[in-house]
């Protein structure tokens, strides 16, 4: 992996991995605080260009740099609202409870040991 091309930064070794806003998974090169401190600019401009960097303190990370636009996808991601979640949990829960659904879950709760064996064999040779 290249150094971060800041001058006075040449310990820039990437030993932590994140999946970026295209889902790629990347390797995120690390800082020295107090050389992330005197060369901020340069930093940010790397970051923009990169998309996270890791600042640690006596060789032992500390928190991680990311450009904006990582924030905003790590930010939308994680941002379902409640409303969202309950309706999909709602239709879960209607697709599990129909009649078929329900027969056959009793089956399965008084089915013996080798019944459950032979569907789960015949499910398995149905998804091939």
């Not at 070794?13 to 806003?21: E, G, V």
């Not at 990582?70 to 609202?81: C, K, N, P, Q």
């Not at 064996?117 to 149905?126: M, N, P, Q, Y």
């Amino acid at each position: 992996m290249d150094n971060l091309a800041i001058p006075g930064i040449l310990s820039c070794m990437a030993r932590h991995i994140f999946r970026n806003r295209q889902g790629q998974l990347v390797e995120i090169p690390e800082v020295a605080a107090t050389q992330a401190k005197n060369s901020f600019g340069d930093l940010l401009d790397r970051v923009g260009a990169s998309g996270a960097i890791t600042i640690t303190r006596h060789d032992m990370p500390k928190a991680v740099l990311v450009s904006f636009e990582e924030f905003e996808s790590l930010s939308s991601a994680r941002s379902e609202t409640l409303d969202g979640l309950s309706s999909k949990f709602e239709s879960l829960l209607d697709r599990l409870q129909t009649p078929a659904a329900r027969k056959g879950m009793e089956a399965a709760f008084h089915a013996t040991p080798a019944e459950l064996g032979h569907a789960a064999v015949k499910a398995a040779r149905r998804r091939r």
